[in-house]
């Protein structure tokens, strides 16, 4: 159901809004809308400008709110504007120290991680790392040269070379080490070195002892370090906790006043010299008007008008739908099609009722279908999917077909069949000859669908004053007049009537089709319009026998698309007769209960995602487009509603 909409103009002093935003505005449900864009005929508007001075706050709240566990469990407090403001700027200065601080220790640990690192290829160097770099006569270089240059330096090269090698660390690719040479002969041995891609390491003056030693302390400090940090995100950690209801209450005080706030942007204000009022426009229920208006009767600076006019207002009412709580998850599929406009029908109860239906007739099984209903039933208790619920709902009627048919868990002769086994039923229809009773059922249960998916067109199309959909469009009264006549057709024909057939067929049949084809002409003469037929006559009839011709193939594809029911019900008894032979549960068998249980997952789960699918493409394909757009505007208020 769709909620009957009142369009609403407040306007009371510009000083004023806050108040009335808090006091009023607050507790209910309101839709907002631009209040220039709304009275485009009124002079002298011009909009609501003015900063937001809590954005900046809020958002260092929110930044620090995000800094506490997700387990965080406290009350907000409740705290005045001036209380919210100055905690959260004392929380940030205290923040600010501690994350300076903890600044200053990873730039250390930055440090100290870079020295440990260069240092650790030359471990294997007995000798003081600040004693070479002391040498006066001798050169030295730290580095590493690639594995394979490293060979054939030492084979052809080495003992040439007025210079000494020190190797420290090797792997799979380089050897680390340091060269010594006299000063006079550093150019020539650089040369050489640089000739076997030799990379060179500079090592810093920073460190004291052998490598090892040097190696050993900075791992000590770099632990001494990371421990410091730790204390520090706990300090940090410690304090946001100790202050989790402070922090949390300023947030709430500051979002709720800044969401109130941005009520300005859809405000317009008069304009004035002596005193400026400001002007807010939108949709409320009809019942939260009523209430509105009743409690604001003696508030001397607020001023409110209901407009009961339609045609004043310029911008469409929102869409707030509001269904039986049975019927409500089923809101999910509508609106995964589209929102209904407000003028539409809202097709949540029929999509809630057909969907389960047809479910139930394509998936009936009693033992798969408890499954699913306390599958859904749990899915919805504990995690509010509404997909669950809907699942749950279709599950019941799983059940009830589950007993239509006979079928408990795949095995056909546990309980007895209330209606039919859907793999054995047959019927012997006329021109046909012998055919499952399923598809028969379907066929009929589709064409009385798209009967009644017409009416709900019809009835739309009276709504909206569309006198092409009333009358003359493929799902309007001639197109109703048509199908229906071809369904009564063929029952009368399969029934052994073929005279009143052949006269509905000859009557019924030919006339509402050439209404179809001649609908736009037919149209603009019930319109007075001129000339009734546009463009070339030649080209409209082709044009409009062509698209008949479509209309007509579509009445038979989407009749046809129904035969989906029967043959999903067959298939369902077919793939649990496969598990029952794969278990070796048939003619008398000792059965595997292990195959009986997990085939029944597999079928529940595989064969229960595919006719969910199937169901829905149903709904969407064969009925709602027939009388539904789904072109609406959601409902959104600009605050949730509060207790009063």
Known sequence: MIVKMKFLSITGPKTDIDRVVNQYLSKYEIHLENALAELKSVQNLTPYIQINPYRETLKLAEDYLQLLPADTVCEPKDMTLDEAVTFVNDLDHQMNQQTQRRADYESKRSKYHELYEKIEPFMGLDCDVSSIFKFKQIKYRFGKIPKEYYTKFENYIYDTMETVFYRCHSDDKYVWGIYFCLRDAVSKVDAVYASMHFERIFLPDEYEGTPDEAHAALADKLQEIS?????????????????????????????????????????????????????????????????????????????????????????????????????????????????????????????????????????????????????????????????????????????????????????????????????????????????????????????????????????????????????????????????????????????????????????????????????????????????????????????????????????????????????????????????????????????????????NVFVCGFEGLIVAIQVLRLEYYEMFSRFYKGNGREFVPFAKKTNK
Not at 339 to 360: K, Q
Not at 378 to 407: D, E, P, T
Not at 410 to 419: L, M, N, Q, R, T
Not at 513 to 535: D, H, N, Q, Y
Request: charged fraction near 15%; hydrophobic fraction near 50%; aromatic fraction near 14%.
């Open 227 to 599: 421990a410091q940090l730790a204390v520090c995100d706990s300090d940090m950690q410690k304090y946001l906790m100790n202050h989790a209801g402070e922090l949390k209450g300023a947030y709430k005080k500051l979002s709720d006043l800044s969401e109130n706030f941005d009520v300005r942007k859809l405000a317009a204000c008069t304009d004035s010299k002596k005193e400026t009022f400001y002007i807010l426009c939108g949709w409320m229920s009809e019942a939260d008007a009523k209430a509105f208006q009743k409690e604001i009767s003696n508030d001397p600076n607020l001023f409110c008008f209901i407009e009961d006019n339609d045609s004043n207002i310029l911008t469409p009412p929102p869409t707030k739908l509001k269904n039986p709580r049975i019927f409500r998850p089923f809101e999910m599929f509508t609106r995964l099609y589209g929102l209904p406009g407000y003028d539409e029908m809202d097709p949540t109860m029929f999509i809630a009722i057909t969907y389960a239906l047809i479910f139930g007739a394509m998936f009936g099984d009693v033992g798969q279908g408890l499954c699913i209903v306390i599958g859904g039933a749990l899915l919805y208790h504990y995690k509010h999917m509404a997909l669950a619920a809907i699942m749950g709902s279709a599950g019941i009627f799983s059940v009830i077909f589950g007993f239509m048919y006979g079928s408990f868990f795949g095995f056909e002769d546990v309980i007895p069949a209330v209606w039919l086994k859907p793999r054995e039923a047959m019927v012997n229809l006329p021109f046909i000859g012998n055919i499952n009773t399923v598809f028969v059922v379907a066929i009929s249960f589709g064409m009385f669908m798209i009967l009644i998916t017409m009416i709900l067109h019809i009835i739309s199309s009276i709504r909206a004053h569309d006198t092409e959909g009333i009358f003359f469009d493929q799902n309007a009264v001639c197109g109703f007049v048509f199908y229906g006549a071809l369904v009564a057709v063929i029952f009368l024909y399969m029934t052994h009537h073929p005279v009143p057939a052949t006269a509905v067929l000859i009557i019924m049949f030919g006339i509402p089709a050439l209404i179809i084809m001649l609908k736009e002409p037919l149209t603009r003469i019930v319109k007075k319009r001129k000339p009734a037929i546009e463009g070339g006559k030649g080209m409209f009839f082709v044009q409009s026998f062509f698209e008949l011709f479509e209309i007509m193939l579509s009445y038979f594809s989407n009749t046809l698309s129904f035969i989906r029911i029967g043959a999903f019900a067959m298939s369902h008894a077919a793939m649990m007769e496969v598990v029952l032979i794969l278990a070796g549960a048939v003619e008398g068998g000792n059965p595997n209960w292990l195959v009986i249980v997990l085939g």
